[in-house]
């Protein structure tokens, strides 16, 4: 159980074109979802936090408008890079908890963005 | 303000050696939860274990155990008997009881097992 997948796993895109991420929590609802960047080497950091059926909360620097988060259902998240430059280029994981009083997150497997 | 860390950048070993991974940790909540995390080359990461701070007693599951010591705020991981299969980048992580979800997360100790 508590299975979590991302789509794409990789996208190559063009510099100014959007690209959309799914996270799907498969055998579980998912009151809360997760998104994080990871850059080669480095840890986990945290862009914001999605709860379905409002708006997401960003962490500090993270630009609302460039990474829009919607969470329209229980098993649904999604993450779109909008306008997309190089420096976009990273790994995105998102994660979901079981439920709002349960505090494991499961990942999913990440989906490698490329942006030329 | 919650910080982990990994003082261990990388760390190489031969298979069949046990190795520990140390993290420690720095928050002002009373009550918290820790974690591990596994990260193979593949990029997903995989849940080892949570640990509530009000639970101190050691675990062990296989060839892996966690040393919870609150005294000095460290939640380190062994890996006994290490396997060519064990070679990933593992994170420590932390997170508050109350209010937001939030994991906070050490920068990682990269693990190669060699053969």
């Known amino acids: 159980g508590a299975v979590v997948s991302q789509h794409p796993s990789r996208v190559i895109c063009k510099s100014g074109t959007s690209v959309k991420i799914e996270c799907r929590s498969l055998?579980?609802?998912?009151?809360?979802m997760f998104w994080y960047r990871q850059f080669p080497k480095q840890s986990l950091m945290l862009m914001a936090t999605?709860?379905?059926?409002?708006?997401?909360?960003?962490e500090q620097g993270v630009e609302k408008d460039k990474f829009l988060i919607n969470h329209a259902s229980l098993t649904l998240s999604t993450l779109t890079v909008t306008s997309a430059h190089p420096e976009d280029s990273s790994f995105y994981i998102c994660?979901?908890?079981?439920?709002?009083?349960?505090?494991?997150?499961?990942f999913g497997p990440g989906t490698r963005l490329t942006v030329l | 303000a919650q910080k982990v860390t990994q003082a261990q950048t990388e760390i190489s070993v031969v298979e069949k050696e046990d190795v520990t991974l140390d993290c420690v940790y720095e928050?002002?909540?009373?009550?918290?939860?820790l974690f591990w995390y596994k990260q193979p080359p593949s990029g997903e990461l995989v849940f080892l274990i949570r640990?509530?701070?009000?639970?101190?007693q050691n675990e062990i599951s296989g060839r892996y155990s966690w040393n919870f010591q609150k005294s000095t705020s460290s939640f380190n991981f062994t890996i006994t008997a290490s396997q060519v299969v064990d070679s990933a980048v593992y994170f420590c992580?932390?997170?508050?009881?109350?209010?937001?979800?939030?994991?906070?997360f050490g920068q990682g100790t990269r693990l190669t097992i060699n053969p």
């Open positions: 928050t002002r909540d009373t009550t918290y939860y």
């Open positions: 994660s979901a908890s079981v439920g709002p009083s349960t505090d494991t997150q499961y």
């Open positions: 055998d579980f609802q998912a009151t809360t």
């Open positions: 640990r509530n701070s009000f639970d101190e």
């Open positions: 999605s709860n379905e059926g409002s708006k997401a909360t960003y």
């Open positions: 992580a932390l997170r508050r009881t109350q209010g937001a979800q939030k994991l906070v």
